[in-house]
């Protein structure tokens, strides 16, 4: 029997079978059952077990066709390459996506069993050890082998799972990559996976046709963790050539999709400061439908994209050689700008606030160090200020160094504010204003005085980051006020150095303060010794 006619029964067989146990999953009757007792039964009716059509279709599939194969030839039938290891790494998912999807099951056990069932595997000989990202390059993984290994089988089961979010769409994208993985397969010459993934592929196109919108069956976790698991295995394995090397460019353009979504989902997270497994409702099938896109049409968008993107990691895998680097950087090129593209489109404003702030910090920074540097000049200045009036008028002085309206010292408490040289010009533009509290172990002369800051709304120049000024200046003029009875000249040199003890016990003072002090204790020292 020739490659063609046995992936044809494959297929055939798979297709039968899921179109079978799918339609009678379908009339499962969910309606009685407790909504609150999972998170995967609620009260439509739809039942979200179809995960068992695709696991009896692909196995009964592949079976059948060594039968009729070993029928023939009159042999003894003979399974494809890693059918024991994965049919049982597959019934261990199946299971605990099942169990899940019934009675809801802790993440980590989840993890722990993903985990395992990647072991399986491991152990049974399925490896990613040399991978190569141009023609005539490989990279030996050595001891890292294992641990990348488990680590890709479980990430691609688990972001395969986050992306069933909209009806057709898991399976329909499975398809798509099943498609290119088995080209790679044939390109490589290697014959087991192109049986694996018809299997899959009909058993998906089973399933899908009462998971079309709108669904009458869902995939569950039963279904999700189990495809996305054989996905990740036979990625791999249809990229390996004989010489055991990895092309690593056709795994992760076929399964860019899930990889992308999840991956993104994951920094919108972490930018919100908000736990990574969190559900939230703004992966990309989410938002391509808010922005007005129905389901079918949300389908169709993505369907073309992974196609598109899984033709081209095919093209930049097997171009010619003195075209592969062109191809290469033109791909990745590409892929980046899509990606770009997407995130502007989507509407993911995390991502754009901090694009905006990168962008603004690399344009700013020399400035931000100016302004940093003048608000130490001025702060110098206060500390060797004689009245709080002459605060106020290096405050006036130095408020256009900062692209400020003005700077001023206020109590809100009493309402009395300095004098200042406030214009009927300034009193005239849209100010917004910063109120900074100058608290730091004040005298009870100046209890309640602040900082306050006004900036105009027009200006043709962004001014100084407010809050930041008011971090440098605003101790300067506590230390100021703090050391303010130091100036008075009836106060003994024995007084002085109290204050300033007394003063050195609450403040973190310059070392410039603490040369005067050294001084004072001395003076104070000396005037003792005198008495």
């Known amino acids: 029997m020739t490659l063609p006619v046995l992936l044809l029964v494959v297929f055939v067989v798979s297709v039968m079978t899921s179109l079978v146990v799918a339609g009678r999953l379908t009339r499962v009757n969910v ?20 995960g068992i059509a695709i696991f009896a279709s692909a196995p009964i599939a592949i079976l059948a066709a060594a039968l009729i194969v070993a029928g023939i030839r009159g042999a003894i039938p003979q399974l494809p390459e890693l059918a024991g290891s994965l049919i ?34 491991y152990r049974a000989g399925f490896s990613i050890e040399n991978v190569s990202l141009l023609p005539g390059s490989a990279v030996h993984l050595g001891v890292l082998a294992m641990p990348i290994t488990v680590l890709w089988l479980v990430g691609i089961s688990n972001a395969f799972n986050l992306i069933d979010g909209l009806d057709g769409l898991a399976g329909g994208v499975a398809i798509i990559a099943l498609g290119a993985i088995a080209a790679a397969a044939l390109i490589l010459g290697n014959g087991s996976v192109p049986i694996y993934a018809i299997a899959l592929v009909g058993a998906l196109l089973g399933f899908l046709r009462y998971n079309w919108p709108k669904a009458r069956l869902f995939m569950g976790d039963s279904g999700s963790l189990l495809v996305g698991f054989l996905l990740a295995v036979l990625a ?3 990229a390996t050539d004989p010489r055991h090397v990895t092309h690593a460019l056709i795994p992760i353009f076929v399964l860019a ?36 896109l129905g389901s079918k049409m949300a389908l169709f968008v993505i369907y073309l994209a992974t196609t598109a993107i899984a033709v081209l990691g095919l093209l930049v895998s097997f171009a010619p050689p003195e075209v592969t680097v062109v191809a290469t950087m033109v791909g990745v090129g590409v892929l980046v700008l899509v990606i770009a593209l997407g995130i502007y489109w989507l509407q993911y404003h995390e991502f754009l606030e901090a694009g905006a702030s990168l962008m603004s910090v690399a344009r700013k920074a020399r400035s931000v160090i100016q302004d940093k540097i003048n608000a130490r000049d001025v702060a110098q200045a ?26 001023k010292l206020s ?9 200042g040289r406030v214009t009927q010009e300034l009193q005239a533009l849209k100010l917004w204003k910063l109120e900074y509290p100058i608290v730091h172990g004040l005298p009870q002369q100046y209890d309640g005085l602040c900082l306050t800051i006004w900036c105009a709304l027009q200006t043709s120049r962004r001014p100084a980051g407010a809050e930041r000024v008011a971090k440098i200046i605003a101790p300067a003029i506590a230390e100021w006020a703090c050391d303010d009875r ?46």
């Open 236 to 238: 791999v394995k249809g």
């Open 486 to 531: 130091l100036r008075t000249p009836e106060a003994s040199c024995a007084e002085r150095f109290i204050h300033a003890r007394d003063y050195e016990a609450q403040t973190v003072l310059t070392p410039e303060d603490q040369r005067v002090l050294a001084s004072m204790r001395r003076d104070s020292k000396a005037e003792t010794l005198e008495a």
């Open 382 to 407: 206060i500390r060797q200020a004689q009245s709080i009036e002459a605060i106020q008028a290096i405050l006036d002085d130095n408020a256009p160094t900062f692209r400020f309206a003005y700077l």
């Open 257 to 292: 999709y899930p990889l992308l979504d999840t991956g993104v989902a994951i920094l919108r997270r972490w930018l919100r400061g908000v736990p990574l497994s969190r559900a939230d409702r703004r992966h990309v099938h989410h938002q391509l439908e808010s922005l007005g």
């Open 31 to 50: 309606k009685d059952r407790n909504p609150e007792r999972s998170r995967h039964w609620s009260d439509s009716g739809i039942p979200r077990i179809g």
């Open 88 to 121: 049982i790494a597959s019934a261990i998912l199946f299971f605990i996506g099942l169990l899940d999807d019934l009675r809801g099951v802790r993440p980590f056990a989840k993890l722990l069993t993903q985990t395992a069932a990647a072991l399986i595997v």
């Open 411 to 419: 109590n809100p408490a009493s309402r009395r504010e300095m004098p």
